[in-house]
């Protein structure tokens, strides 16, 4: 659906899915898409792109809402 934005908010979300592509631990560039993006939930499915759930088992400020056999969906309540 992000195709049917402006061509401003589709390079915009195109970055922002590059940057996620190389997101794969809870490290400043993890937070500065969060902020860039103004993200409140993270969806991860385990074994499925760079980020994994491990990898924000121990994340401050982010806390586990839905956990069903590979699929997870954190909730980000306190950005540092």
């Known amino acids: 659906l992000y195709s049917y934005g402006t061509r401003d908010q589709v390079d915009r979300w195109r970055s922002w899915m590059i940057q996620a592509s190389q997101i794969n631990t809870c490290d400043d560039s993890f937070w500065n898409l969060v902020k860039e993006a103004d993200l409140t939930n993270i969806y991860l499915h385990k074994g499925r792109g760079s980020l994994q759930p491990d ?26």
């Open 55 to 80: 990898a924000l088992q121990n994340c401050p400020g982010v806390r586990i809402l839905y956990q069903y056999v590979n699929v997870f969906i954190y909730q980000i309540d306190d950005i540092p």
